[in-house]
């Protein structure tokens, strides 16, 4: 007799979970989509029980962090928890009742993370760092970190993104950017990007540098090595270029991610999409 809770990660990368998702505006119950600097928005997360035992109350924890690869509780907002009770081999959806009040420091762009606990299925082995939202090594916690920008083709567009270290000890680490990869139908529809289609690999560039201005050489479609001292974030910054142009009803995708001692330990991915001349995303013609 046991409990196996789960939030799904995402696939092929686990930090595009598709069981976390937001709705903009003042209705919990409304249509998925991108969330909007200045407004509200509500988190929803599903949580599956693989276990053959039903739990009862067992409590979802919500957060929200600025643009960054991998993520700390120290370095997120708690928005808020949930209590929701799950049958075994069944599922729920589970809404948070606070809403997220949208800033205007990132415009929006911000990470989601969810994790799902109870005494009856205790994260094991216990964290070597607590303050790690650690997605990948723990079936009952998932991230979102994905989300859209508008590119011009003539202006291009940047973002950035912090690589946070831990108050232990300095972190050393390897960034990397790629540009590719399609999205599942579901996942569009969750960006609100429903009728889009890929624009194909060459159609965007992207690199790293350490900064919009920076003197320091970039790295296009590569690597930066980083030291990020104890208790600190460091900012990257990925700059995106389309010379060709994205039409109105593509998109591409980048994929930044964060790497030490031989494996992903955070990614962040977006979606880029033709901006019109007041940044606003064109509209899909039918």
Same mark, same amino acid.
């Given at each position: &007799? $046991? ?27 409304? @249509? ?7 407004? @509200? ?6 949580? =599956? ?9 067992a ?31 069944? $599922?729920?959806?589970? !809404? ?12 929006? #762009? /911000?990470?989601?993370?969810v994790?799902v606990? $109870?005494?009856?299925?205790? !994260? ?14 723990? =079936? ?7 989300s859209?920008?508008?590119? &011009? ?6 973002? &950035? ?10 972190? /050393?680490?390897?960034? *990397?950017? #790629? ?11 969750l960006?609100?990007l /429903? ?5 194909? /690999?060459?159609?965007l ?12 050489? =970039? ?13 600190? $974030?460091?900012?990257?910054y ?20 964060? #790497?030490? #001692?031989? =494996? ?17 995303? *064109?509209?899909?013609?039918?």
């Amino acid at each position: &007799m $046991s409990v196996q809770l789960v939030v799904e990660d995402g696939s092929p990368n686990w930090w595009e979970s598709t069981s976390i998702w937001v709705v903009p505006g003042s209705d919990p119950n409304g @249509s998925p989509g991108v969330p909007v600097a200045g407004q @509200s928005a509500y988190l929803w997360a599903r949580v =599956r029980n693989d276990g053959d035992t039903d739990v009862s109350a067992a409590q979802v924890d919500f957060w929200i962090a600025n643009p960054s690869l991998q993520i700390r509780k120290s370095t997120a907002t708690h928005i808020g928890s949930a209590y929701v009770d799950v049958p075994a081999a069944g $599922s729920q959806d589970v !809404l948070c009742l606070v809403p997220w009040h949208v800033t205007f420091l990132n415009g929006g #762009h /911000e990470c989601a993370v969810v994790e799902v606990s $109870s005494p009856a299925d205790p !994260l094991a082995p216990t964290p070597a760092d607590p303050d790690v939202l650690d997605a990948p090594a723990y =079936r009952q916690i998932a991230q979102r970190n994905l989300s859209v920008i508008n590119v &011009m083709a003539r202006a291009g567009a940047h973002r &950035m993104i912090g690589v946070n270290a831990g108050s232990r000890a300095d972190k /050393e680490v390897e960034i *990397a950017v #790629h540009v590719g990869g399609e999205l599942s139908r579901e996942q569009l529809a969750l960006l609100g990007l /429903e009728g889009k289609r890929h624009a194909g /690999e060459r159609r965007l560039t992207a690199q790293l540098s350490r900064g919009p201005q920076s003197a320091e050489p =970039r790295a296009r479609e590569g690597k930066l090595q980083l030291t990020v001292p104890r208790g600190t $974030s460091v900012p990257v910054y990925v700059e995106l270029s389309a010379a060709e142009g994205l039409g109105p009803d593509e998109y591409a995708v980048i994929h930044v991610t964060e #790497h030490a #001692h031989g =494996r992903v330990i955070g990614g962040y991915t977006t979606v880029a999409v033709r901006g019109d001349d007041d940044g606003r995303a *064109a509209e899909v013609k039918d």
